[in-house]
């Protein structure tokens, strides 16, 4: 598997590169990312060819097919970190809600969130190759509040492996923090930004492609990665459960091999959504990817009306903080993928210089071949948690968004999976203010929502309130480097 860079290349880069190489260095030339030069095929031979597979078997033929740079035991040594999920014979369950409308619960693993889907196996890759080869990394990783405490999970007393980890202080929610700030390991750096998720992402790109600071990590004799999905690592991960949802409703009868469905992705830096992508384009049968997203709505704009404008927009907290993005990075691989290197570099310059740019007809009706979208009010979202709460299921505030797309979106009469990204206990509060009560603080809302509605409450959450803050740092932007330095060479 090669893979090439989405800006084109600056004569400074290889033209192409493996996938280790794409994990470990995953910023291309011009400010650009890698992406697949070509996709493997999971059409309806290879869906049939695993209807009686296990998770861990339908994801090791996957990275297979993918023929990827990896060893076969090490890909096995990666995807054992299934077997520490709720279930390790099913760690992605599809409940059906609804006739016609199904959940993928992506939260099943240690962190209750979707980003442990593709962070426990990755994190293994990556510590490994780097103990192999007897380098040191510094993993990057900002986060909207999920991706941190799964990086963190992951990669806690790693060898070889250090890992500064950003996040908005006041942008998370109080468990997402807590899980951030009690990971006691001394390779691990945690720091609040003032700011948002869009200053911790700009800031971690920013530092990816400094010269200064890359000199100082040359010095320390240090390599510099990341963990969100800017790392083609993450992607690959997150095209396996798109097929796995296929797979279920196969098992189900709900569908025959060779119906369509439609997915329903909670999106913010669009990853989920990329994987998706992949593999409709791979030969699953999807109809269509339709994207929810919050009153941040810039991906329900460009995918409505082809513009991703920026130019009067200010970051808006939701009650949804994992999708409160504005500059999602992931929508660049799309576009690569559909109008090439060169129109992608115009249209990225063109965000980065002028906070916009404007699609074709042509390429705003080539992108509405994949994808609609639409996006849900906090109002709302309550009103849909209260909603199907009443009725025996108990959505977070990220998946709740997926339901108006689901009401709204579909045009045919085929079933439909949306992806349930983050499990309740990390939204509470939440979830108690759309029921009427007024919670003290997340431990109240969690007391409150496991004995009015006997939910229970993971152990690793509940933990999270007895544990010792171990990361107080709150400082500005402009302080980042500065601060990952000291890290470094203490």
């Not at 309806?44 to 209807?51: M, P, S, T, V, Y």
């Not at 797309?405 to 999976?417: F, G, R, S």
């Amino acid at each position: 598997m090669n893979l090439i860079e989405t800006r084109g290349n600056d004569n400074n880069n290889k033209n192409s590169v493996s996938f280790s190489e794409a994990i470990l260095s995953p910023m291309a030339s011009f400010g650009g990312l890698y992406a697949p030069e070509t996709l493997p095929d999971f059409g309806l031979e290879f869906i049939k060819k695993h209807i009686n597979s296990s998770y861990k078997e339908l994801a090791k033929d996957v990275l297979l097919s993918f023929n990827i740079d990896i060893a076969h035991d090490l890909i096995d040594k990666a995807l054992n970190r299934y077997d520490n999920f709720d279930d390790s014979n099913n760690p992605v369950p599809v409940v059906k809600v609804k006739d016609d409308l199904y959940v993928s619960e992506l939260y099943h693993g240690p962190t209750r969130a979707f980003k442990d889907m593709a962070l426990q196996p990755f994190g293994v890759i990556l510590s490994s190759i780097a103990q192999e080869r007897g380098e040191n990394y510094l993993i990057m990783a900002a986060t909207s509040g999920d991706t941190g405490p799964a990086t963190l999970e992951t990669f806690k007393n790693q060898n070889n492996i250090k890992v500064a980890c950003l996040y908005p202080d006041g942008g998370t929610s109080d468990v997402q923090r807590l899980q951030m700030v009690t990971e006691n390991a001394p390779n691990l750096e945690v720091l609040g930004i003032k700011g948002n998720f869009d200053d911790a992402q700009s800031a971690l790109k920013s530092l990816l492609s400094s010269d200064e600071f890359n000199k100082t990590l040359q010095e320390l004799n240090i390599k510099l990665s990341a963990a969100n999905s800017v790392n083609f690592g993450r992607i690959i991960f997150q095209t396996i459960y798109h097929i796995h949802s296929y797979l279920e409703l196969l098992r189900a009868g709900t569908i025959e091999l060779g119906n369509k469905i439609y997915l329903i992705v909670p999106s913010g830096n669009f990853g989920n959504a990329l994987g998706a992508y992949y593999v409709k384009k791979a030969g699953v049968p999807i109809e269509k990817i339709l994207i929810s997203s919050n009153s941040n709505n810039v991906l329900t704009e460009l995918i409505k009306e082809g513009k991703y404008d920026l130019r009067d927009k200010k970051l808006i907290n939701t009650n949804s903080p994992a999708m409160d993005i504005l500059k999602s990075s992931n929508v660049e691989r799309v576009i690569f993928d559909k109008f090439g290197a060169k129109r992608t570099k115009e249209l990225m310059e063109s965000l980065n210089q002028n906070n916009f740019y404007q699609l074709t007809k042509e390429e705003l009706a080539s992108l509405q071949e994949d994808f609609d979208a639409i996006d849900t009010t906090d109002k709302e979202a309550l009103e849909i948690i209260k909603e199907y709460l009443e009725n025996g299921y108990l959505l977070d505030p990220h998946t709740a968004t997926c339901i108006k797309a689901y009401k709204n979106l579909k045009e045919k009469d085929i079933p439909t999976v949306a992806y349930s990204t983050a499990e309740w206990t990390k939204f509470s509060p939440t979830i108690a203010k759309a029921v009427g009560y007024d919670a003290k603080d997340d431990k109240d809302a969690l007391e409150f929502i496991s004995k009015t509605y006997n939910k229970e409450i993971n152990e690793h959450i509940a933990s999270l309130f007895d544990k010792m803050t171990v990361h107080n740092k709150i400082i500005e932007k402009y302080d980042i480097m500065n601060f990952i330095k000291q890290f470094l060479i203490k």
